[in-house]
């Protein structure tokens, strides 16, 4: 067996499956809930408009939970040798090709909306900095200012930090080597209650950086998203039963509905009910034949490549309706949503294709270009 292989054969395609949720619920995030939102506000209907506008939302806690899960497992489990300056190298190499490839994108439909003709979708760029500075700036992926050319592209930024932190993560967590629900417990109870300390200390003390009131997606939201981070490392390092999982989902419903009275509680509540699911999956083989289906597995190993591009697509497609269509009417939102999320997904698989599979390891649908080809996808993964 070689090593491209090995690599196959060692990866959770399910976890694949898990990955293409996150990237549909932040597609849908991004394309239709606001609007939904808005909408279920205007009639009375509030309570069900926050929930799916923080529901979709929650892609982002999700991929943050896999991320620990999927990065950790084999250094939690002494299957690879953790070396830091290889472990930086591949990181690098596995997101930033990607990355750069979408922010020339980015910034070009940036300096299109600001050059050509205006229009009302076009007043939200006057802050955008097109300088070779900024894109200097946006392009080590950190930021500070929360200026972006695609505003999805925050919560990447937050990724970067537990990257950075993972050799830390490692050695500490090598002296945890026995299970301990006790220990555990402390260590999650801690991390959320330091979490939610930095969130009023930095809202009251310094909202320049952190609000809780505002929306600054700039690096310092790292904060709102350490016990996702946590938990996934734990899925890495321990296999937790059912009842372990089952805590986990009941406690995340208690602080989502907690959320009502202290708004960041959500990003934790769901983080764990999402590490419960992760611990379903582990276990039950109903949810695995669900989630490592073959266009699940399709669309979850090229949900970084849409995570990167889809808002400037959205971004390219607003303006370009925006110059035919004079207001944002109900023929707007239908022409805009539709081409925006069709245009999104063809331009995924283009980034995918030549840059993002040729940087990846343990894809199984990577020769697989479009996505109904079920048999072909079937009889590929039999191989």
Same mark, same amino acid.
């Not at 370009?320 to 239908?334: A, K, M, Q, T």
């Given at each position: 067996?070689?090593?491209? #292989? ?28 606001? =609007? ?21 939302? &929650? ?19 002494? #299957?690879?040798?953790?070396? $830091?300056?290889?472990?930086?190298? @591949? *990181?690098?190499? *596995? ?10 994108? =980015? ?38 200012? &929360? ?21 830390? !993560? ?37 909202? #320049? ?37 089952? $805590?986990?989902?009941?406690? =995340? ?8 009275? %202290? ?10 009910? %999402? ?5 379903? $999956? ?19 190993? @090229?949900?970084?490549?849409? !995570? ?28 805009? *949503? &539709? ?12 980034? !995918? ?6 940087? $990846? *390891? ?22």
């Amino acid at each position: 067996m070689n090593n491209a #292989q090995a690599s196959t054969k060692d990866r959770f395609h399910f976890l694949d499956g898990l990955r293409a949720i996150a990237s549909i619920l932040v597609l849908i995030h991004h394309s239709l809930s606001s =609007g939904i939102t808005k909408y279920l506000h205007s009639i009375n209907f509030s309570r069900l408009g926050d929930f799916i506008y923080f529901f979709t939302q &929650s892609g982002v806690a999700l991929f943050f939970v896999l991320s620990g899960v999927v990065l950790l497992r084999p250094y939690m489990r002494n #299957q690879r040798e953790f070396k $830091a300056l290889e472990y930086f190298y @591949r *990181r690098i190499k *596995r997101i930033y090709p990607p990355y750069f490839v979408a922010l020339i994108f =980015g910034y070009l439909v940036i300096v299109l909306i600001k050059s050509g003709p205006h229009t009302y979708y076009s007043d939200i760029w006057k802050w955008s900095d097109t300088s070779l500075i900024a894109f200097l700036k946006q392009s080590i992926i950190v930021n500070f200012n &929360s200026q972006y050319y695609n505003l999805a592209w925050w919560s990447l930024q937050i990724e970067v930090v537990f990257y950075i932190l993972v050799p830390a !993560f490692v050695f500490v967590f090598s002296f945890n080597k026995n299970y301990n629900i006790a220990r555990i417990s402390l260590v999650l109870l801690t991390t959320m209650i330091v979490s939610y300390s930095l969130q009023l200390f930095l809202s009251n003390n310094y909202p #320049q950086f952190y609000s809780n009131n505002s929306v600054s997606l700039n690096v310092y939201r790292f904060i709102d998203y350490p016990i996702c981070f946590i938990l996934g490392i734990y899925l890495a390092k321990f296999d937790f039963d059912n009842y372990v999982g089952s $805590a986990f989902s009941i406690l =995340g419903l208690i602080l989502i509905f907690g959320s009502k009275t %202290y708004v960041p509680l959500i990003n934790s509540g769901y983080g764990f009910l %999402y590490a419960g699911i992760i611990i379903f $999956a582990f276990k039950s083989v109903k949810i695995r034949s669900f989630l490592d289906t073959p266009i699940m597995i399709w669309l979850g190993e @090229r949900s970084y490549s849409l !995570f990167l591009i889809h808002f400037s697509v959205f971004y390219l497609v607003d303006y370009c309706c925006s110059l035919f269509i004079p207001d944002r009417n109900i023929y707007y939102g239908f022409f805009t *949503r &539709s081409i925006g999320i069709v245009l999104a997904f063809f331009c995924a698989i283009l980034l !995918f294709n030549f840059i993002e599979r040729k940087q $990846a *390891r343990g894809l199984i649908t990577d020769k697989i270009f479009w996505p109904w080809n079920i048999k072909k996808l079937n009889n590929h993964i039999k191989e």
